[in-house]
């Protein structure tokens, strides 16, 4: 067993055992406890857990190698995956909260009807089922190539983990071991990139000292054939990044196992302030990963670049043995780099390597490789417990129980019939994880789109538009989802790579909610407006307190003035 | 204080008013969300690359840095400004001994 070996063995035994630990300290006896951890998260964890729950073993593996690859176009993922909280925290989380049920199509069967809330129901299944999938191969990956595990190994170790404290402890046990895989994926990114700064540019924040690799990082780029770093608009055109920025962020406004988080929290006060807590947590890894990128890029075409291909670093001969790293046979001096194995270029890397050759690249001990592994791991796990977390509750709260058994079902058979609904998505999510459809690698980049086109115009219109009613609603959200599926459908596969004004189909979710909206507000116009009884749990919905104290001037101290019942009526 | 709210005034009036607030803090704050994100960092980013701060292309630099940054004060500013509004027409959430949650 390697040095590497052995540290990250220690590292995930010792981190898994903690996630153990704390869902065992964690379980719970009620309902409310099980889907949104009887809504009593402190702000700052519920922060912490939104921020582990989001990022995933893309943003946590991928992201930084491609962004070392797009240049100034791998913003789209930087704006896009940070942005859409500005929208859930200003549009929709305190409304949701103040709302207070459990589920994403709860709050759509409430306001329009039960066929909303079925269509809801479905698109949340699908969305997180094409997610969690991702996840599960990404932590056997990790688990594969760290420990000669199998994949399948790795994947069902990962999934029995994660059924352990989802089942046992539901939303409570998953948010406080999310709170302490963020700690995990967090320290394991920064340490390395650190130390990489402080190698490469001798000042240690990666945030400010990458600038001064830029202007170098662009001529070299040049040199090797590849776009000039800082140049936009080189891998997209202008229209589509803008398009496919936007479309990420109402997307990520729009995704249910987002959105859920809000509902653990204790008031709309906390909502608000969970969102800043999640964003700030997100963003010190969403600032440091452009800076990861840049340097990873200048390492490679600094260190490896021009040199003969039997003089090259160490790390390139170690990470050539997993297959990620390809040196052509026929090359004696590598002279054009590429991410893309059908480029035939002297040297290919793969984008998911940068992160987690960094270490190795930056020259750190085999202990930091292994916290690295690790925080991999969090990354993934946490995404897929809340991403089942969503399964389970939509299957059993939102079919179960409202379709099949009407409403009727005692507090036991709600919980027992929620943990099974957990246990079978844990299981599929193990069986697609081993043997991922082809398609999901792509599917997982559209369930934004698709996110973006259905729930986020619908939410938003159903909060701000009293007027919006079910037929709109319905209406809209198909027509969305039809446009946006049909686009997709037509660009990848039906006539490949063909576009209407460049926009990709990554872009086409932002005009897919526009679809949305116009044919909701349409439609909603010309039937006839929701009951009244309806319109006023909306306007409720605006003002977070149950009973609002009275603050006239002339009363001497609020506490002690007497209590309107909100709204008057 | 709201001076405007007289003991006579119609019983929904602080509602609208409430409302009409909350909306120009948001309208106000999304502005600037999409000044720095789509405006600096896609639609101006070439002319704003002209502009080299610290190393940094300034477009470049929104892109990858400063939009993310705005992001997380814009949030931080709609939560205070809100803690403020909600007391001040007495809709915030207080516990049995008036403590906010």
Known sequence: ?????????????????VYIYIAWRSRVKETAGFYVAGQGIPTVANGAAVAADWMSAASFISMAGLIAFLGYDGAIYLMGWTGGYVLLALLLAPYLRKWGKFTVPEFVGDRYSELVRTIAAGAAILISFTYVVGQMRGGGIVFSRFLNLPVAGGVAVAAAIIFTYAVLGGMKGITWTQVAQYTVLIVAYLIPAFAIAQTITGFPIPQISFGSVLAELNALSIEFGLDSYTEPFTARPQIDVFLVTMSLMIGTAGLPHVIIRFYTTKSVRGARYSAFWALLFISLLYSTAPAVGAFAKFNILDGVGGTAATELPDWVDSWEATGLVIVNPEAETIESISNNPDDGADLTVDNDILVLANPEIAGLPAPVVGLVAAGGMAAAMSTAAGLLLVISSSASHDFYFRRIKKGHASESEKLLVGRLAMAGAVVIAVIGGINPPAFVAQVVAFAFGLGAASFFPTLVLGIFWKRCNAKGAAAGMSAGLVFTATYMIWSLYISPGSTVFDISPEGIGTIGALVNFAVAIIVSKSTEPPPEDLMELVENMRYPAVTRRDVRPASPTKDQAPNTELGGA | MSESRQPEAPEDDWREQYWKRNLRLMVGLLVVWFAVSFGAGILFVE????????????????????????????????????DRLDAEFGVDERDAEGKRL
């Open chain 2, 47 to 82: 002319q704003l690359n002209e502009i080299v701060i610290a190393d940094f292309p300034l477009g470049f630099w929104f892109a990858q840095q400063g939009a993310i940054y705005t992001f997380v004060v814009l949030i931080l500013i709609y939560a205070l400004r809100m």
């Open chain 1, 1 to 17: 067993m390697s040095a590497i070996q052995f540290w990250t063995t220690i590292f995930i035994v010792i981190s898994f055992a």
